[in-house]
């Protein structure tokens, strides 16, 4: 029997993960929120994990694994933000900003250029990784305390940085990709 339906599995079981979260940082209950969002990000690496040692990388798994990285990831970072301002607009508008531009973009590209197969890159893994640790910091610094101001006002601007850089490579990098396509009499839709 094969298992190969498991990664998506467990992503889409971190999907379901939202609407707990929002609920647990709406009720300001931020031990247990630490507790969901780590069990998230365990399920993230297992899938990968899984998916990567058996051969069981499909396209839907590779749609749906950063859909629900950046569900979780709004959620908390508007969650954070909307319940007590532990974010600044300004970086909760960035976040939210880039992941509409990317996810238009893909939009766009599926629809008049060709099917999309997702390749998040380095930046932007690490822009997901920075926000992530932020994200965590914030809950254990509302949860238990103890993390300086210093280091997480730091990781706000790494993570601010981190997703103008990023979110400017996709733009660059698709744009690219598009005029090539479209040169190379690509199979416009």
Known sequence: MSLAWLPNAI?????????????????????????????????DALDGVLAKRFGWQSRLGGLLDPIADKLLLA?????LWWYG??????LVLLVLCRDVVILAGAGIWQLRIAP?????????KANTFFQIVLVLTVLVQLGFGGVPGAARDALVYAVATLTV???????????RKARQHVRGGGDER
Do not use: I, N
Not at 17 to 43: E, K, N
Not at 117 to 123: G, I, N, Q, S, Y
Not at 165 to 175: K, M
């Open 85 to 90: 301002g532990h974010f600044p607009t300004w």
């Open 116 to 124: 999309l197969e997702a390749a998040p890159t380095r930046l932007s």
């Open 11 to 43: 992503t889409l079981a971190r999907m379901v993960m939202v609407l707990p979260l929002w609920w647990l940082l709406a009720r300001g209950d931020y031990g247990w929120a630490l507790a969901l969002a780590a069990l998230a990000g365990f399920s």
């Open 165 to 175: 850089a990023s979110g400017v490579d996709y733009v660059v990098c698709w744009s």
């Open 75 to 79: 959620v908390a970072f508007l969650s």
